[in-house]
């Protein structure tokens, strides 16, 4: 697995990721049960605020940010002023358009691993479902503490093997999971906590939201069957074996079976620089 096949992943992807998802890629987070998937994916953005003591003023670096939702309410809703990378250029281009004639958030295309950004700048590093996709995970943290202020928090939502998951479940579930979702491989909450203590960031808090995510995935898959058969390119793309991506559906079945069968975990990891 490659930058150049996680960079590739999203660009052909655009389109069918912001009409499914919309510019939020990543799940939603049901409280009460009955919200919407907008609100859902607010309340995983307010869930990371809260854990990241993200308020007024305070400046904020947003790993792997895709279409830069995320930011965006940051700052428009708790006023942080944020700093924001992504590896996709269909994702900055986006990101950028959707900012208009503001000079904020700001917006980097690059890679995380070797970024330019100033050691010891930020009051919180957050990263929402873009771990998953870095090759070298030590590193991802090793960045993480660099750009933090001593004392600061990290926030990070990820998706986790299971500490306990079956030969069965890995072969036919989380390996194909992986390979076609351009992860490298899937941590297990044991794995993070490693990563985060190696990295001289102290995991103050973790907490297991599997059923309370996992309704995006069926909520996804009406819309993508809905556009199937309402959307002839939607067909085309599926089918055709020039794109390289078009096995992804399939890949969402196979998350939305994990999470059923208990494979696949959503966890949100708070940490702090020591």
């Known amino acids: 697995m490659t930058l150049g096949d996680v960079r590739d992943h999203y660009d052909e992807?655009?389109?069918?990721?912001?009409?499914?998802?919309?510019?939020?890629?990543?799940?939603?987070?049901?409280?009460?049960?009955?919200?919407?998937?907008?609100?859902?994916?607010?309340?995983?953005?307010?869930?990371?605020?809260?854990?990241?003591?993200?308020?007024?003023?305070?400046?904020?670096?947003?790993?792997?940010?895709?279409?830069?939702?995320?930011?965006?309410?940051?700052?428009?809703?708790?006023?942080a002023v944020v700093s924001a990378i992504t590896l996709s250029s269909a994702q900055y281009r986006h990101a950028v358009a959707q900012r208009g004639n503001a000079r904020t958030p700001d917006y980097l295309l690059g890679d995380w691993a070797s970024n330019a950004l100033p050691s010891g700048t930020f009051d919180t590093v957050i990263s929402i479902e873009s771990s998953e996709h870095m090759q070298d995970k030590p590193t991802f943290f090793d960045q993480a503490q660099r750009v933090l202020k001593n004392g600061r928090p990290m926030v990070v939502c990820a998706w986790l093997a299971a500490?306990?998951?079956?030969?069965?479940?890995?072969?036919?579930?989380?390996?194909?999971?992986?390979?076609e979702g351009r992860l490298p491989g899937m941590g297990t909450e044991s794995d993070y906590r490693k990563w985060f203590s190696d990295a001289n960031l102290e995991v103050e808090s973790f907490e297991d939201m599997s059923v309370r995510v996992r309704k995006t995935w069926s909520i996804c898959l009406v819309r993508v069957l809905r556009s199937v058969f309402r959307r002839p390119e939607y067909a085309r793309f599926l089918f055709s074996a020039a794109a390289r991506n078009r096995v992804f559906l399939l890949t969402m079945i196979r998350i939305w079976l994990a999470y059923i069968l208990g494979a696949m975990r959503y966890g949100i990891f708070k940490a702090r620089k020591r």
């Open 13 to 79: 992807l655009d389109r069918f990721y912001r009409e499914i998802w919309g510019e939020h890629v990543h799940h939603g987070l049901w409280e009460r049960g009955d919200e919407t998937a907008y609100e859902a994916v607010l309340n995983l953005i307010r869930s990371v605020a809260r854990r990241g003591e993200i308020t007024a003023g305070k400046r904020v670096c947003d790993v792997g940010c895709g279409y830069g939702g995320t930011a965006r309410v940051l700052e428009t809703e708790f006023g």
């Open 163 to 179: 500490e306990d998951s079956t030969n069965s479940h890995r072969r036919h579930l989380l390996e194909p999971i992986c390979r």
